[in-house]
């Protein structure tokens, strides 16, 4: 179906509006309220009943904390009755579904796959498996696959082009699955698929995007594309991925936090958004037409990190696409949508790292005209993911500076102004215990309300989660873990958000995608100063107050541990002995569904000869020959260059691969000539050392 | 001095028949070339050649073929005398015999490593299972072959929105009090 215009889809008025705004209302209610009351506690509780500047900055912490950690109560206690009555009034699937998208005619679809210095093998294992599953779906000539490269490292790039070809080979998916590597990576991800958008999206209706670890089932592919095409108001679908496929121990406790308690959230944020709700990035179809139209992004005025390139370009392109009426779904009850965690700790917080950046760019964007109220909040909630940790450290640091106050300075009865009254400290700790017990259970509610849903509903059944009582073993281990997990993550949120507010911005990394462990070194590196500041608050608060110690003691045990726990946590044989003893089991695991058996057996181990990229190209007369067949020709090239090219072959042809830089390896390898005469000379060295060397002895 | 044991092997090739060499008994100057041959040379380019070819994943007899085919060219030609090497001799001839098969043949100034790779190329599309749409490949201005990876360009218009900020509430309320 064509794209509506902006009349119709102002003149659509959809039913679910009303009950956002509703929905919208209602939310803010329940926070202000319970907010109000928790903070009128925290005044309580305080000695000076917030009398002191101290005080007042304990509690307005106390109360953005407390509003922060609401919402996602609300959010889960949300989800979890929409799946447990199975209330699916305003799911986009069931609305689809009674337009007939069962049976909707497909429209021309692309699916992209951008990616950046990835291991290509994983890429496009993940994409040959996508390939096949819709292959079976009997709809493939509606879809065409591109993979999108904005990789910077030339050996990288070779190998993908090797896997792109092999795969097309394999295939006969030659005409396809496409492949493009850019030469000017402008605006990152974003700028890559609005390259695509320009030059090649007109051919098509829908473009469905993928992360480089993304696989989806063929099934579902189609299906997004019939919702699409029976609901023209829709501009973005959202999947909810499921994490799956990686074994060290943090990422099985992730996958299995992700696919406990991801199910309630995403159908609680699916009940209070409805049509203005977020798209992820990845795993979500989109309509082209609107997101050319509406969707491309300019630089932010003012110099990084908080201006120039937006980094969390998909919350951006969901809040403009919505501003230009376009709905916004999360289609939370769809399967067959799959991604990967990272393995460690500290590979999750590189990528937090790169997110908080991207994040607090939208305080800049907060302001913008005509967004939806729920897009505005969805930028807050982007901030508070971060800023949050600061809030917290704050408060546990003015906490402590309130004992450090009331054991070292003597208690002022008088104030400075005329009083007929003394001021008598007054403590409470029945009511910080209630206080505590209450927020405890914001925090740890949606964990037990979700055990209780998979018990209830049992879908997908329990024994797929290893049983009732490997179930509720892991959440209880999994609740330890996050509890300890926390802190850490803290500490490091801190320092991200003021690294970026001081100016330091973000290198483009790729990520870690395959299951690497910390070693003690890195881990030394990374949590040391933690583990030496926690040991210092903690020696000074027992000094200060021994009771007030083990108020704070799950907070600095935590950070006192993280060396080994960042190490242990990353340990592969851990997770598999895990995995062994059916904890922290998910049905991705127990019964794999077809897609990620077939991502698994794709992913067949490189032999030790193909290992070696750049000696491979020069030397196999095939490899050689495709990369070539890869590479523009160059019309005209400056003297020095060509020298230096000249230079570089025969340092290559006397002293061997090994002599060359990473830098000499990517010239050499992006001139056809260089090429040429590198795979004719190799063959020809007479010399057993050098011939060893490049892999012909 | 012996007949270098790879040349020994070698049974005559069928010449080309436009070559000058076209009907002469090639074992003749494989003698002739021993002479003035280092032995281990020759077993070198025997062993290379046919390294090469195996990396091809041609079938054996086809290897053995193309190996003999090669430095049984590579004996007769002049450089031989003049002292190059048997594996830069060997090597260059089977080049120049795969850039013969290659099609279409590259024009310009391609080398026949350049022209090889054609062919390199179009044998290694041949092994798979699926033939190849003739619209996968394509030809540039130097004769080389290049796989179009992308469909063509049709060019759309997409500029970026305005990020047009409203304005900040204190500033609101400044005009309730008269400034702006």
Redo the contacts between chains.
């Keep these: 179906m064509a794209p509506l215009s902006r009349k119709q889809l102002r003149a659509a008025n959809p039913h679910w509006r009303r009950a956002a705004t509703l929905r919208h209302l209602v939310l803010f209610v329940l926070l202000a309220i319970q907010t109000t009351i928790a903070g009128e506690y925290m005044i309580q509780i305080l000695p000076y009943h917030g009398q002191t500047w101290l005080e007042i900055a304990i509690i307005a912490t106390f109360i953005a904390l407390f509003a922060w950690i609401s919402v996602g109560f609300w959010t889960a206690l949300a989800g979890f009755f929409t799946l447990l009555f199975n209330a699916r009034w305003h799911a986009i699937t069931r609305i689809c579904k009674a337009r007939g998208s069962d049976s909707a005619a497909l429209a021309p679809t692309a699916i992209l796959m951008p990616v950046y210095n990835e291991d290509a093998r994983r890429v496009f294992a993940g994409l040959r498996t996508t390939y096949l599953s819709l292959q079976a779906t009997g709809q493939l000539d509606h879809f065409h696959f591109f993979v999108l490269s904005d990789t910077t490292d030339a050996v990288r790039g070779v190998e993908e082009e090797l896997e792109w070809a092999a795969m097309c080979r394999e295939l006969g998916a030659f005409g396809r699955v496409h492949y493009r590597r850019r030469r000017t990576h402008i605006k990152r991800k974003s700028g890559n698929i609005a390259d695509f958008c320009r030059r090649w999206g007109s051919q098509f209706r829908y473009m469905i995007i993928f992360d480089a670890d993304s696989v989806m089932a063929g099934t579902t592919l189609v299906r997004m594309v019939q919702m699409m095409e029976v609901r023209p108001e829709a501009g973005i679908i959202q999947t909810p991925p499921v994490t799956a496929n990686r074994i060290s121990l943090f990422a099985r406790i992730q996958q299995f936090a992700n696919r406990v308690y991801g199910p309630m959230f995403t159908a609680g944020i699916h009940f209070w958004q409805l049509g203005e709700a977020y798209y992820w990035g990845h795993n979500a179809i989109i309509r082209i037409k609107p997101f050319v139209e509406h969707c491309a992004l300019s630089r932010l005025p003012g110099e990084p990190p908080l201006g120039g390139e937006i980094l969390s370009h998909d919350f951006v392109e969901a809040a403009l696409m919505r501003r230009a009426g376009w709905e916004v779904w999360v289609a939370y009850d769809l399967g067959g949508s799959y991604e990967e965690t990272p393995p460690t700790l500290l590979d999750e917080l590189k990528r937090d790292r790169r997110w908080c950046q991207g994040n607090l760019q939208h305080l800049r964007l907060m302001g913008m005209k005509g967004l939806a109220s729920a897009h505005r909040a969805m930028f807050i909630n982007g901030v508070m993911a971060y800023t949050s940790a600061m809030i917290w450290l704050l408060f546990l640091v003015l906490s402590t500076a309130e004992v450090a106050v009331q054991a070292l300075v003597p208690t002022q009865y008088f104030s400075s102004k005329p009083s007929l009254f003394p001021i008598w400290p007054e403590w409470h700790p029945d009511w910080a215990l209630a206080l505590v017990a209450s927020t405890a259970a914001l925090l740890f509610l949606p964990k037990l309300l979700s055990w209780l849903l998979l018990l209830v509903k049992r879908n997908p059944p329990v024994r797929l989660f290893g049983g009732f009582f490997a179930l509720s073993v892991s959440v209880v281990f999994e609740t330890v873990v996050a509890s300890l997990l926390a802190p850490i993550r803290m500490l490091f949120h801190t320092k991200f958000v003021l690294t970026t507010l001081l100016g330091r911005q973000v290198k483009w990394g790729s990520q870690v995608r395959e299951d690497a462990e910390t070693d003690w070194l890195t881990a030394i590196r990374y949590h040391g100063g933690a583990t030496i500041i926690a040991i210092a608050w903690a020696a000074g608060v027992y000094w200060l107050n021994p009771s007030f110690f083990w108020w704070l003691a799950p907070i600095v045990i935590a950070l006192v541990f993280s060396v080994p726990l960042s190490v242990y946590f990353s340990r592969v044989r851990l997770g598999r002995l895990t995995r062994h003893l059916k904890l922290f089991s998910i049905p991705e695991e127990i019964v794999p569904p077809p897609e990620l058996a077939a991502l698994n057996e794709h992913l067949a181990p490189l032999d030790a000869r193909q290992a070696d990229v750049f000696r491979h190209t020069i030397v196999d007369p095939h490899t050689n020959a495709i990369h070539i067949a890869m590479l523009r020709l160059k019309t005209s090239m400056p003297p020095e260059k060509a020298k230096r090219l000249q230079r570089l072959r025969t340092k290559a042809l006397t002293l061997g691969p090994n002599k060359l830089t990473e830098l000499d390896k990517s010239d050499l390898l992006q001139d056809i000539d260089s090429l040429n005469a590198l795979h004719r000379g190799v063959w020809q060295i007479r010399d057993p050392g050098l011939s060893a060397e490049w892999g012909l002895a | 001095m012996e007949l270098p044991a790879a040349a020994a092997t070698l049974s005559p090739p069928p010449a080309p028949a436009d070559s000058d060499d076209a009907g002469r008994r090639l074992p003749v100057r494989c003698c002739e070339a021993a002479t003035v041959a280092p032995l281990d ?1 020759w077993r ?1 380019a025997s062993e ?1 050649v046919r ?2 070819l195996a ?3 041609l079938d054996p007899g086809e290897v053995r073929e193309l190996a003999e085919a090669a430095i049984a060219a590579a004996a007769r030609e002049p450089a031989w005398a003049s002292g190059e ?1 048997a ?2 001799l060997v ?2 001839a089977l ?1 120049a015999m795969l850039a013969r098969r290659a099609e279409p043949t590259p024009t310009g100034a391609a ?1 026949p ?2 022209a090889s ?2 062919w ?2 179009r ?3 041949a ?7 003739e ?3 394509e030809t ?3 004769g ?4 179009a ?3 063509p ?16 509430p204190w500033r609101w309320l400044g005009r309730l009090w008269g400034a702006g």
């Design positions: 040379d070198l290379r390294a090469y990396r091809l994943d090497g594996v830069t090597m260059d080049t080398t490593t350049a790779a054609i390199r190329l044998n290694w599309l092994a798979g299972k699926h033939p190849v749409p619209t996968a490949l540039d201005a130097a080389h072959l290049r796989f990876a992308m469909p360009i049709r060019r759309i218009n997409m500029a970026p929105v305005k990020i047009d900020r409203r304005p900040a």
